[in-house]
């Protein structure tokens, strides 16, 4: 094994190294990779066995620029529904979040067609407006449909319109806290 060059004071000398020459540190082979790829940083560190930080150290050590968020998903196609987004159809063991078959069960029977139903009638007959405040705020979270006779006491009240009310998020937040002291909303 070589030892590289030193000074008489026992400085390596400028321009040699100690450490076997890696492609990543040349800034040639890295704008090729980064701009004209357009390889994520990730990706070039996972294949040159470093940590990302070291091809962030050596894209500023030759003045290359790195991407925006919106650049970067430019690049990735964040986004992508349908056949094109690359989670389509991964149900069950190909899911990323698939845990041994188990999933919570009000969260599995809630994603079926009659906790769609229950929720959309619940929503139709309440005018899609919370009935505590008259809030109508839009997103597919911003109106919970809260039970007023529980969920887990009462699995036949389940899909029940009678038995769900319209809630917006700030209100569903209140009735399950103490400031809720006469028991509205809840049986």
């Known amino acids: 094994m070589s030892l590289a060059p030193r000074t008489d004071k026992g400085q390596f000398v400028k321009g040699t190294h ?12 890295l704008v090729h990779q ?18 990302d930080t070291a091809i962030h150290f050596w894209l500023a050590k030759h003045g290359i ?13 964040w986004g992508n529904s349908g056949p094109a987004n690359p989670m389509f159809g991964r149900r069950g063991p190909a899911h990323h979040g698939y845990i041994n078959g188990g999933s919570p069960e009000r969260a ?10 229950f929720r959309a009638a619940v929503h139709e007959r309440d005018g899609f407006k919370c009935r505590r405040c008259s809030a109508s705020p839009t997103g597919k979270w911003a109106l919970p449909v809260h039970h007023v006779k529980p969920w887990a006491r009462h699995p036949e009240l389940r899909y029940d319109v009678d038995n769900g009310v319209t809630l917006c998020t700030p209100c569903h937040l209140w009735v399950h806290s103490k400031k809720n002291t006469h028991r509205e909303w809840l049986a």
């Not at 940083?41 to 996972?46: G, M, P, T, V």
């Not at 599995?108 to 139903?117: A, D, H, I, N, Q």
Request: proline share 4%.
């Open 18 to 29: 100690w450490r076997p020459h890696k492609p990543h540190r040349d800034r040639d082979w």
């Open 34 to 51: 980064y701009e004209t790829l357009k390889r994520s940083s990730i990706d070039i560190a996972r294949e040159m066995g470093v940590g």
């Open 65 to 77: 620029r790195r991407r925006t968020v919106s650049e970067t998903r430019a690049i990735k196609h």
């Open 108 to 117: 599995k029977l809630f994603s079926r067609f009659e906790g769609k139903s």
